[in-house]
């Protein structure tokens, strides 16, 4: 009888801990729905033509067409929200900021920095920016393909950048056909964008050719640029159906989606639409590399995710950010080895049906009262109903696009992205770096002078860095169950 009273308590207690955990994932589950804040949101796009006289002649033209107008990507510096927009016909603008203004559609765009950079007749002005990013020295970082309607060369692709403290242009960079395009197909789509700045002068930007699977890599301290083939990515037809209404991603690029570059290990992050894999290239071989890139090791862990990623993002804490095509938002902390178990969803939304653009940032304006000495970062991402876009069946009459905002510690608080002590150490060596970029930003006048030299022997810093040994043996043993800090 005692035995059997003791059982039935130790069932009980049993079935409580199975109870409280049903309660606690219901939860969870429930409080994933509620992680995002919306910041911006369109039913569709809107631009301040300045008057309505104008902006009925812009419709009348067919300068625009509220039908045409997609946003693509997203960034912000300081009270100023930077979205780019697909070069369609009917699109008067590609990079805008969100102005103080509201029309029927939503928060009204004005062009960056005004109404010239949008004409491009003449090649002087903006024709699609597909990608932008904004580096730690102010200033904002272009990727135009050239496109009109994705496919038709307008003009030569270029790379542009803006002061921001100014709105001034500081330099426009053309981006040579033998390196934009592959020489033999005559292909080329330059749609992702990652920029690496060990000072002012010495910056990298890298791109990808979303046609082609090759990498774009540009040196700002000569303004010399190099492309590497060397099938960086491969797509993978079994995953070329999206979880959304069976969206077939064939009728899309599916080579390289969204990069993402880590400053806790200098790794540039991307993947493909139609996979389940994640590729990734450190940037000290594409610094060391040259014209052919043969001494460029590109890695890959292959079918790691249950579904397609499209943008992603690194925290300076090296949590890499990523959409899912399932309206999820998951996670995973570099110092875990990449498997599934370590693989996190921290926000669960029908908003978040495609993220086309994420960026990491500190102390949002839109979030709150901004605290310098904590220095919060921020996800911020941009979604659209990429499916509606495709098949072209927008309702217009409900929300199509959303910026979200969210605080990168609450994403992963209590998920398997949250290591404190790895944080710690990572915060530490972040202010190393920035100690020593600051240092470096002092000579950077030598540095230009001795930029070879700085390039290697930056890249005998880096494989010496703790970080890059700890992530090298990582990912060796990234089939193993046990990871040890």
């Not at 109870?19 to 994932?25: H, K, N, Q």
């Not at 002068?201 to 082609?212: E, L, S």
């Not at 790794?267 to 014209?291: D, E, F, G, K």
């Not at 040994?469 to 040890?484: G, L, M, V």
């Given at each position: 009888m005692t035995k059997w009273l003791l059982l039935m308590a130790c069932l009980g207690i049993a079935c409580q801990n199975i109870r409280g955990a049903v309660v606690r994932e219901n939860s969870s589950r429930k409080k994933l729905t509620n992680t995002l804040n919306v910041i911006h949101e369109w039913k569709y796009v809107d631009y301040d033509f300045g008057s309505d006289e104008k902006r009925q002649a812009a419709i009348q033209s067919g300068e625009y067409d509220r039908t045409k107008n997609y946003p693509l990507d997203v960034d912000q510096w300081q009270d100023k929200t930077f979205v780019t927009m697909l070069?369609?016909?009917?699109?008067?603008?590609?990079?805008?900021?969100?102005?103080?203004?509201?029309?029927?559609?939503g928060p009204l765009l004005q062009p960056y920095p005004d109404w010239s950079f949008a004409k491009y007749e003449d090649c002087s002005g903006i024709v699609s920016a597909n990608k932008i990013a904004i580096d730690e020295?102010?200033?904002?970082?272009?990727?135009?393909?050239?496109?009109?309607?994705?496919?038709?060369?307008?003009?030569?692709?270029?790379?542009?950048?803006?002061?921001?403290?100014t709105s001034k242009l500081l330099k426009q960079v053309e981006i040579p056909h033998d390196v934009a395009v592959n020489a033999t197909t005559g292909k080329g789509g330059l749609a992702s964008l990652a920029v690496q700045a060990m000072d002012s002068v010495n910056t990298m930007v890298y791109m990808a050719d979303n046609k082609d699977d090759a990498l774009i890599v540009y040196q700002n301290a000569d303004d010399s640029f190099h492309r590497l083939s060397s099938h960086i990515s491969n797509h993978n037809f079994r995953s070329d159906k999206m979880s959304q209404e069976n969206l077939t991603l064939k009728e899309v690029d599916n080579r390289v989606f969204g990069m993402a570059l880590s400053s806790v290990t200098h790794n540039l992050y991307y993947s493909p639409l139609s996979s389940q894999n994640l590729y990734y290239v450190n940037t000290t071989s594409l610094m060391n590399s040259q014209n052919q890139g043969n001494d460029v090791q590109y890695e890959s862990v292959q079918d790691v995710f249950s579904s397609q990623l499209s943008a992603k993002a690194v925290s300076k804490n090296g949590v890499l950010f990523f959409g899912f095509t399932n309206n999820t938002l998951g996670c995973w902390n570099e110092h875990q080895s990449?498997?599934?178990?370590?693989?996190?969803i921290v926000a669960r939304n029908e908003t978040l049906q495609m993220v086309v653009g994420m960026k990491i940032k500190q102390n949002l304006p839109q979030s709150g009262k901004v605290n310098n000495t904590q220095r919060n970062e921020h996800l911020l991402a941009l979604t659209n109903k990429k499916q509606d876009v495709l098949n072209n069946d927008l309702n217009l009459e409900r929300v199509n696009f959303q910026i979200l905002d969210?605080?990168?510690n609450d994403l992963i608080r209590n998920s398997r992205c949250a290591n404190s002590d790895n944080q710690d150490n990572n915060q530490h060596n972040y202010n190393h770096n920035q100690a020593r970029h600051s240092s470096k930003s002092d000579n950077q006048n030598n540095n230009q002078h001795n930029n070879q030299a700085y390039h290697s022997s930056k890249s005998?810093?880096?494989?010496?860095?703790?970080?890059?040994?700890?992530?090298?043996s990582k990912f060796d043993n990234q089939n193993n169950n046990q990871y040890n800090n």
């Amino acid at each position: 009888m005692t035995k059997w009273l003791l059982l039935m308590a130790c069932l009980g207690i049993a079935c409580q801990n199975i109870r409280g955990a049903v309660v606690r994932e219901n939860s969870s589950r429930k409080k994933l729905t509620n992680t995002l804040n919306v910041i911006h949101e369109w039913k569709y796009v809107d631009y301040d033509f300045g008057s309505d006289e104008k902006r009925q002649a812009a419709i009348q033209s067919g300068e625009y067409d509220r039908t045409k107008n997609y946003p693509l990507d997203v960034d912000q510096w300081q009270d100023k929200t930077f979205v780019t927009m697909l070069r369609y016909d009917g699109v008067p603008s590609s990079l805008n900021v969100v102005s103080n203004k509201t029309g029927n559609g939503g928060p009204l765009l004005q062009p960056y920095p005004d109404w010239s950079f949008a004409k491009y007749e003449d090649c002087s002005g903006i024709v699609s920016a597909n990608k932008i990013a904004i580096d730690e020295y102010e200033r904002l970082w272009v990727l135009d393909s050239g496109l009109v309607n994705n496919i038709q060369p307008m003009c030569s692709p270029k790379l542009l950048a803006f002061d921001l403290t100014t709105s001034k242009l500081l330099k426009q960079v053309e981006i040579p056909h033998d390196v934009a395009v592959n020489a033999t197909t005559g292909k080329g789509g330059l749609a992702s964008l990652a920029v690496q700045a060990m000072d002012s002068v010495n910056t990298m930007v890298y791109m990808a050719d979303n046609k082609d699977d090759a990498l774009i890599v540009y040196q700002n301290a000569d303004d010399s640029f190099h492309r590497l083939s060397s099938h960086i990515s491969n797509h993978n037809f079994r995953s070329d159906k999206m979880s959304q209404e069976n969206l077939t991603l064939k009728e899309v690029d599916n080579r390289v989606f969204g990069m993402a570059l880590s400053s806790v290990t200098h790794n540039l992050y991307y993947s493909p639409l139609s996979s389940q894999n994640l590729y990734y290239v450190n940037t000290t071989s594409l610094m060391n590399s040259q014209n052919q890139g043969n001494d460029v090791q590109y890695e890959s862990v292959q079918d790691v995710f249950s579904s397609q990623l499209s943008a992603k993002a690194v925290s300076k804490n090296g949590v890499l950010f990523f959409g899912f095509t399932n309206n999820t938002l998951g996670c995973w902390n570099e110092h875990q080895s990449l498997d599934r178990q370590n693989i996190d969803i921290v926000a669960r939304n029908e908003t978040l049906q495609m993220v086309v653009g994420m960026k990491i940032k500190q102390n949002l304006p839109q979030s709150g009262k901004v605290n310098n000495t904590q220095r919060n970062e921020h996800l911020l991402a941009l979604t659209n109903k990429k499916q509606d876009v495709l098949n072209n069946d927008l309702n217009l009459e409900r929300v199509n696009f959303q910026i979200l905002d969210a605080n990168v510690n609450d994403l992963i608080r209590n998920s398997r992205c949250a290591n404190s002590d790895n944080q710690d150490n990572n915060q530490h060596n972040y202010n190393h770096n920035q100690a020593r970029h600051s240092s470096k930003s002092d000579n950077q006048n030598n540095n230009q002078h001795n930029n070879q030299a700085y390039h290697s022997s930056k890249s005998d810093n880096w494989d010496n860095n703790n970080n890059q040994a700890h992530h090298s043996s990582k990912f060796d043993n990234q089939n193993n169950n046990q990871y040890n800090n």
